[in-house]
Every structure is written in C-alpha cells, then in structure tokens.
T-cell receptor, first 113, second 110 residues
Framework: EPEVTQTPSHQVTQMGQEVILRCVPISNHLYFYWYRQILGQKVEFLVSFYNNEISEKSEIFDDQFSVERPDGSNFTLKIRSTKLEDSAMYFC???????????FGDGTRLSIL | SQQGEEDPQALSIQEGENATMNCSYKTSINNLQWYRQNSGRGLVHLIL?????REKHSGRLRVTLDTSKKSSSLLITASRAADTASYFCATDGGTYKYIFGTGTRLKVLA
C-alpha cells in the first residue's frame, strides 16, 4: 500500500538555525498538509497546500515557516530561525480527493537545543 | 468543549472486552475520521465517516456518527493487547484542515 514518507526521522538543531523537513506524499494525491504534535499534547494543524499554493494556515504558521513543493514528489516544511518551542513531532499528510482520508507519515522528531 | 474532544481521556480494559471511545465536536463537518497512534509513532487512519452516514464498520471497529448531537463513537470489539494506543478523532469543519481532539489513551491488559 502506498505510504507517506518523511525524512529525517529525527533532527537535532541549534536554536536560531534553519531546518527543512521533507515529505514524499502518496503519488496521486492532490492535498498536502503539515501538522505538529508537541510531546504529550494534541496534533495541531499547521498548513494545507493544494494546487501549488497554501489553502489554509493556522496561527502557529507564522513568517518563520514556509512550505514548498519543489518538484512533482517532494513537499517540504522550512523553519527559518528555530526556537526552543519548535521542538515537536512534525507530521506530513496527503489526501487524494475531498472526502477521502488523510494519510500520515511517521513524522520527524525535531529537537531544538 | 473544543473541536474534536474525546472521552474518556484514558481507558484500561482486559483483553477480550469491548472499548468505547466518544468524540464531540462543535462545527458542522463534511466528514470525521478516527486515527490510532502508537507511542512515538505516526497516525494510522482507521475509519472515515461522512456526514450523511450514521454507522460504519471495519473489521472489529464500529463507528457511529450523530450530527444532531455533534458526536461520534468508536467501538473496538474483542480487544487485544496490540490495540493499546491513543485514539483520536479528527473533524474537517468544512475546510481543508483537520482538527484533532486530545485523544483517548487505551490500554488493553493481557
């Protein structure tokens, strides 16, 4: 069964550094998402992406965050200047059509030192 | 309560028993999904139920949806130790994003 894959599985970065999290969505999917989950808390929506542009973003997704689909397969989340509070699991998800389920990757654990 | 709020927060049962988890939400939805998350891992999609559906089955899972009460339930029958995980409901609120609840931590004792 097709899967969403995320790399790396764990990223350790110094505060203030830029970080790029990578995702390969399921190949024929059209909608792409990033979520984050701070340890012990609920999964929070960050941003959705459709037709090569952001469809919706949350208050968390401020100017430090950006997303890109640089080619036909990758979907990336960039954090320009990381803060301690950015430490979390970051999940990528993709969906085929409306009213179809979102499929999640295994996540990238981001640790900011 | 917040969008996609599950109860109970934690549930501990014996293997072979049934587990029921509930989810309440606030806004109208197109669909509601249930996910499972094993500790430190990704979210595994279990069932999607559309707003015009009332009940859906998948193996040992049964999901109900009551849009008049803005609530859903997930029933796991004949539970197994491998069902131990956190279970989340997620609602789309009619938009592109999904709002997750705080989850129910299920522990199935062998």
């Amino acid at each position: 069964e097709p899967e969403v894959t995320q790399t790396p599985s764990h990223q350790v970065t110094q505060m203030g550094q830029e970080v790029i999290l990578r995702c390969v969505p399921i190949s024929n999917h059209l909608y792409f998402y990033w979520y984050r989950q701070i340890l012990g808390q609920k999964v929070e929506f960050l941003v959705s992406f459709y037709n090569n542009e952001i469809s919706e973003k949350s208050e968390i997704f401020d100017d430090q965050f950006s997303v890109e689909r640089p080619d036909g397969s990758n979907f990336t989340l960039k954090i320009r200047s990381t803060k301690l509070e950015d430490s979390a699991m970051y999940f990528c998800a993709s969906r085929g059509r409306a009213n179809q389920p979102q499929h999640f990757g295994d996540g990238t654990r981001l640790s900011i030192l | 309560s917040q969008q996609g709020e599950e109860d109970p927060q934690a549930l501990s049962i014996q293997e072979g028993e049934n587990a029921t988890m509930n989810c309440s939400y606030k806004t109208s939805i197109n669909n509601l999904q249930w996910y499972r998350q094993n500790s430190g891992r990704g979210l595994v999609h279990l069932i999607l139920i559309r707003s015009n559906e009332r009940e859906k089955h998948s193996g040992r899972l049964r999901v109900t949806l009551d849009t008049s009460k803005k609530s859903s339930s997930l029933l796991i029958t004949a539970s197994r130790a491998a069902d131990t995980a956190s279970y989340f409901c997620a609602t789309d609120g009619g938009t592109y994003k999904y709002i997750f609840g705080t989850g129910t931590r299920l522990k199935v004792l062998a």
